[in-house]
Nanobody, 114 residues
């Protein structure tokens, strides 16, 4: 049974930082490409960053240079370090495999506001 549990979101001022974590179970984590997705109100879910099983990363243009994705295969965990946050980063953030599985976690809310 696939389980994805995201944590680490919160309210932060513009320019601030947050670190998200996602613990995965029920998948072959160490061989999976893992990604962070986000969904802002009224918008479609989008992939913002992903990391291959050997650590190669890729980012959406909107977050490049500000977000860093990493993984700890021994812990079945993927992280997203978010720096220089902007109001437009406000969204619910989810982790999932790439391509995604139909099982989604509850997500973690990130709100960037002064």
């Amino acid at each position: 049974q696939v389980q994805l549990v995201e944590s680490g979101g919160g309210l932060v001022q513009p320019g601030g930082s947050l670190r998200l974590s996602c613990a995965a179970s029920g998948i072959f984590f160490s061989s999976s490409v893992m990604g962070w997705y986000r969904q802002a109100p009224g918008k479609q879910r989008e992939l913002v960053a992903h990391i291959t099983n050997i650590g190669v990363t890729n980012y959406a243009e909107s977050v490049k240079g500000r977000f860093t994705i990493s993984r700890a295969n021994a812990k079945n965990t993927v992280y997203l370090q978010m720096n220089s946050l902007k109001a437009e980063d406000t969204a619910v953030y989810y982790c999932n495999r790439v391509p995604y599985l139909n099982n989604w976690g509850q997500g973690t809310q990130v709100t960037v506001s002064s």
